[in-house]
């Protein structure tokens, strides 16, 4: 099962998307290039050892070497560095990073990082991302801050700690963080990126291999080998838990995944309609106790507004 890249052993997860390869092999060929320089480096400093000894050189000479060697080795160092960076480095950035698919073509999603947790968000059968707000966060409840009675979040999927992807897809994650940095880590698609709060960073990849079965829910949970999403970014006092898992479906899989968590279309709509608002006998007190509870940022000026959404939850 062990597999090496230009014969070096590198001990990584299992590649599953389809950059995984040529990143592993980069890896591989940085470590071949370390070892020269490395070995090289090596037998220069015990050359100056043996040559320079005090033996020899009793008295140091003030003036140094002579001649340009070593400007023309300094500009040629340089010289290929910059080569690399803008013949190699830049474009291959460009391409692997920046060149983000279409939404059409792409499966999308919305990562949401926090202390200490992972919401996904989909957006469902219409393609559309339902309408959010940082006001109708409710620790547990809608973590996502998600508007319900806005037609596009109606069919929206939303899950903690749970990403699940088609195989041979573009997936398309737009990754943001309510708190502070996070970072996304998927080891298995060879995919890293900070999350940053205030920013919406895109990052795309395609997974080309189905999670197998001993690393899927719930088998993968008895022996901790789920296909984990981990945070990789000191991110508070127990960021160590910061752990959620994802799976690659097949198309069939992750259509039926998808269903099965799609939301109740009509009755939640509906309901807040019958059932007008309580008389609240005191309303200060009532609707003070409860949203503070719910919601940290304590907004106490819509108080109405958060009543019927819980009421319409119960049903
Ligand atoms: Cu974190």
């Given at each position: ?109 919305r990562?949401v990082?926090e202390?200490?947790a992972?919401n996904?968000h ?7 991302f339902g309408r959010t707000d940082p006001k109708l966060i409710q620790a547990g409840m809608n973590p996502l801050g998600l508007d319900r009675t806005d037609p596009a979040a109606a069919d929206d999927v939303t899950?903690i ?17 309510k708190d ?83 939301p109740a279309?009509q009755p939640s709509a509906v309901a807040p309609l019958p059932t007008p608002p309580a008389p609240t006998g005191e309303p200060a007190t009532a609707t003070g106790a409860a949203i503070p509870g719910q919601n940290p940022a304590g907004d106490g000026g819509p108080a109405p507004t958060p009543t019927p959404p819980s009421g319409g939850q119960n049903h």
């Amino acid at each position: 099962m062990q597999t090496t890249h230009y014969g070096l052993p590198l001990g990584l997860p299992e590649e599953a998307s389809a950059h995984a390869l040529q990143l592993d092999n980069l890896t591989a060929l940085v470590h071949w290039f370390m070892a020269v320089l490395f070995v090289g480096w090596g037998i220069f400093f015990v050359y100056t050892l043996i040559r320079f000894r005090k033996g020899r050189n009793p008295v140091a000479s003030y003036e140094g070497a002579k001649g340009h060697f070593s400007t023309y080795g300094e500009a040629g160092v340089v010289l290929i560095e910059v080569i690399l960076l803008v013949a190699f480095a830049v474009p291959i950035w460009a391409n692997r990073v920046n060149a983000i698919p279409p939404e059409q073509e792409a499966v999308k999603v919305r990562v949401v990082a926090e202390q200490f947790a992972w919401n996904v968000h989909y957006p469902g059968a219409d393609g559309v991302f339902g309408r959010t707000d940082p006001k109708l966060i409710q620790a547990g409840m809608n973590p996502l801050g998600l508007d319900r009675t806005d037609p596009a979040a109606a069919d929206d999927v939303t899950t903690i700690n749970q990403l699940h992807l088609p195989v041979n897809r573009k997936a398309l994650i737009y990754l943001s963080s309510k708190d502070v940095i996070h970072s996304f880590f998927l080891p298995q698609m060879r995919v890293k990126q900070d999350a940053i709060p205030g920013m919406t960073i895109p990052i795309w990849f395609e997974p080309t291999k189905v999670t197998p079965a001993e690393n899927s829910l719930p088998a993968c949970a008895v022996g901790m080998k789920c296909w984990e999403i981990a945070c990789a970014q000191l991110c508070g006092i127990t960021h160590y838990r910061m752990r959620g898992y994802y799976q690659i479906h097949d198309e069939a899989g992750y259509n039926e995944w998808l269903a099965q968590n799609a939301p109740a279309p009509q009755p939640s709509a509906v309901a807040p309609l019958p059932t007008p608002p309580a008389p609240t006998g005191e309303p200060a007190t009532a609707t003070g106790a409860a949203i503070p509870g719910q919601n940290p940022a304590g907004d106490g000026g819509p108080a109405p507004t958060p009543t019927p959404p819980s009421g319409g939850q119960n049903h």
